[in-house]
Nanobody, 126 residues
């Protein structure tokens, strides 16, 4: 079982930056796709960004394009999410997720992912 541990959340004012990290206990065939989701109470978990770990291809939700950057350090088995120009609407619990390369589900669909971290809270004040 792969374990994912997030860190780096916190509180910041609008316009500020944070960097989230997600350390994976192992890389397997079920971590070929790694991404970040976020969720606020009463809403569905939303896909924020994803990276195909083998080739480095990245995809982003429209709401974060140009502000967030997903990256990886394979030697450290760590996934990052650099978040710039944060806005109050970015406030959420952020989760790291990992899943297999092949799936009938889109990267934005949380059912595609087999492994989840415990989440880290990001709060942006105006």
């Amino acid at each position: 079982q792969v374990q994912l541990v997030e860190s780096g959340g916190g509180s910041v004012q609008a316009g500020g930056s944070l960097r989230l990290s997600c350390a994976a206990s192992a890389y397997t065939s079920t971590t070929s796709l790694m991404g970040w989701f976020r969720q606020v109470p009463g809403k569905e978990r939303e896909g924020v960004a994803v990276i195909y770990t083998g080739v480095g291809s990245t995809y982003y939700a429209d709401s974060v394009k140009g502000r967030f950057t997903i990256s990886q350090d394979n030697a450290k088995r760590t996934l990052y999410l650099q978040m710039n120009s944060l806005q109050p609407e970015d406030t959420a619990m952020y989760y790291c997720a990992a899943g297999p390369l092949s799936s009938a589900l889109k990267w934005t669909e949380f059912l595609r992912y087999r492994h989840w971290g415990q989440g880290t809270q990001v709060t942006v004040s105006s």
